[in-house]
């Protein structure tokens, strides 16, 4: 079990960040996500796992103007 923004989410075995956005069903692009406090880069959501337990922080970026 993961925590996204504070709601439980199953978790995985090998999910990455990318797989837990489309599990959550986070459409928007811009997002900033954090694992465990730790920030991940955009270039990295393919690649950077979500451990069991983690606690994830998403955040839409607004845009316009």
Request: proline fraction near 5%; include cysteine; hydrophobic fraction near 45%.
């Amino acid at each position: 079990m993961i925590r996204v923004n504070d709601e439980p989410i199953a978790w995985q075995g090998g999910m990455t960040v990318r797989q837990m956005l489309s599990a959550c069903n986070y459409l928007f692009p811009l997002v900033i996500v954090t694992v465990n406090d730790t920030l991940v880069s955009r270039g990295d959501f393919d690649t950077t796992a979500v451990p069991d337990e983690a606690v994830v922080k998403v955040i839409h970026l607004m845009s316009g103007g």
